[in-house]
C-alpha cells in the first residue's frame, strides 16, 4: 500500500480537478447533466484512480488503475476538446488546462512503465 499523495501525479491531477469544475461552472445551465458532468467526473476520476490503486494490495491492482486514470484523461481530453469547439470553452482556457492535463497524462505514462518495470524485475 503506498500514499498516493506522494506521487507528484496525483498531485498535478489533483490541482486539475478544481480548474475543471471551476470553468465547467461557466458553461451553459442545459449542459448541467451533459458535458459539465462528463468533465468533472473524468477529471475526478483520474486522481481518484491513481489513490485507489495506491490503496490496494500487490502489484496488479497497482497497475491496474493508474491504466484506468489514463483512460479518463483522454476522456477528459476529448470533452476539452468538444467544449472548446461548442465555445463554451474559450481558447486561452483551453490550452492552459489541455496542457496541464497533457502534463498529467504524461506522468501517468512514467508511472505505469515504472510499476511494469519493478513488477517485471520482481517476477525475474
Not at 459539465?36 to 500487490?58: D, L, P, Y
Request: proline residues 3%; positive net charge.
Amino acid at each position: 500500500m503506498k500514499d498516493f499523495r506522494r506521487l507528484k501525479v496525483w498531485e498535478k491531477v489533483h490541482n486539475l480537478t478544481p480548474e475543471i469544475y471551476k470553468v465547467t461552472a461557466r458553461f451553459p445551465r442545459e449542459e448541467m447533466y451533459g458535458l459539465t458532468s462528463q468533465m468533472c467526473r473524468c477529471s475526478a476520476s483520474i486522481g481518484a484512480n491513481i489513490a485507489e490503486g495506491c490503496g490496494k494490495q500487490g502489484d496488479n491492482e497497482l497497475h491496474r488503475f493508474p491504466y484506468i486514470a489514463s483512460g479518463s484523461a483522454s476522456k477528459l481530453d476529448y470533452h476539452l476538446l468538444l467544449a472548446r469547439d461548442l465555445e463554451y470553452l474559450p481558447d486561452e482556457d483551453y490550452r492552459r488546462l489541455d496542457h496541464k492535463r497533457g502534463e498529467a497524462r504524461r506522468m501517468l505514462t512514467a508511472l505505469l512503465q515504472k510499476v511494469s518495470s519493478d513488477r517485471f524485475a520482481a517476477n525475474c
